[in-house]
Nanobody, 121 residues
Framework: QVQLVESGGGSVQAGGSLRLSCTSS?????MGWFRQAIGKEREAAAT???????TYSDSVKGRFTISRDFDKNTIYLQMTSLKPEDTDLYYC??????????????????WGQGTQVTVSS
């Protein structure tokens, strides 16, 4: 199985910034970030394709930027202007296409263990 390891989570005040990192044990065509609060469904925040194209949910668009280092099999999520509602467990994901992740086809997806992001008001 693909191993995904996240880092960079923490606690910040509203308006602050955090940078998450996720390293995969192998190359994946699509990697991304999901987030999930207790009692809620896991939702996609951002994905990045093999071409480096980023796609974002409406809730994070304009505030978060996803990038990847292909040589290191690593993706990043630069989060700015953080809001209390961004408080979630953030999971790294990988699959062969980003479309599969966005349409909820997770049968072939790989997941990290999650890193906690807490934004205080």
């Amino acid at each position: 199985q693909v191993q995904l390891v996240e880092s960079g989570g923490g606690s910040v005040q509203a308006g602050g910034s955090l940078r998450l990192s996720c390293t995969s044990s192998r190359y994946e065509f699509c990697m991304g970030w999901f987030r999930q609060a207790i009692g809620k469904e896991r939702e996609a925040a951002a994905t990045i394709s093999d071409s480096g194209h980023g796609t974002y949910s409406d809730s994070v668009k304009g505030r978060f930027t996803i990038s990847r280092d292909f040589d290191k099999n690593t993706i990043y999520l630069q989060m700015t202007s953080l809001k209390p509602e961004d408080t979630d467990l953030y999971y790294c994901a990988a699959d062969r296409t980003c479309a599969r992740l966005w349409r909820g086809s997770y049968d072939s997806a790989s997941w990290g263990q999650g890193t906690q992001v807490t934004v205080s008001s």
